[in-house]
């Protein structure tokens, strides 16, 4: 059974930055894709960023783009999501994701999901 724990959120003010972490147990394949969703309430939980599972791949949300940086370190079993230059609309909670499938926007494509950390920005 794969569990996705994320850590690193908290509360900082505009402009600043975060980074949350993801750390997989169990077994996966080696093509793992990860993601980061995040949902803010009373919305829908939309993409962030995705990663292939070399790390040689990367796509990120026109929101977010420029501002955040997804990686993974594999021998740690952990993704990683820099977030700099933080904005009031990127309140939320954020979840990181795995799956075989290929790398996707959807979350439906996500079959893994960690319990989310929430991320709050002041301004």
């Known amino acids: 059974q794969v569990q996705l724990v994320e850590s690193g959120g908290g509360s900082v003010q505009a402009g600043g930055s975060l980074r949350l972490a993801c750390t997989v147990s169990?077994?996966?394949?080696?093509?793992?894709?990860m993601a980061w969703f995040r949902q803010a309430p009373g919305k829908d939980r939309e993409f962030v960023a995705c990663?292939?599972?070399?790390?040689?791949?990367?796509y990120y949300s026109d929101s977010v783009k420029g501002r955040f940086t997804i990686s993974r370190d594999n021998a740690q079993n952990t993704v990683y999501l820099r977030m700099n230059s933080l904005k009031p609309e990127d309140t939320a909670v954020y979840y990181c994701?795995?799956?075989?499938?290929?790398?996707?926007?959807?979350?439906?494509?996500?079959?893994?999901w960690g319990q989310g950390t929430q991320v709050i920005v002041s301004s």
């Open positions: 994701a795995g799956g075989r499938t290929a790398l996707s926007r959807t979350p439906h494509e996500y079959v893994d």
């Open positions: 169990g077994r996966t394949f080696s093509t793992y894709y």
């Open positions: 990663i292939s599972w070399s790390g040689a791949i990367t």
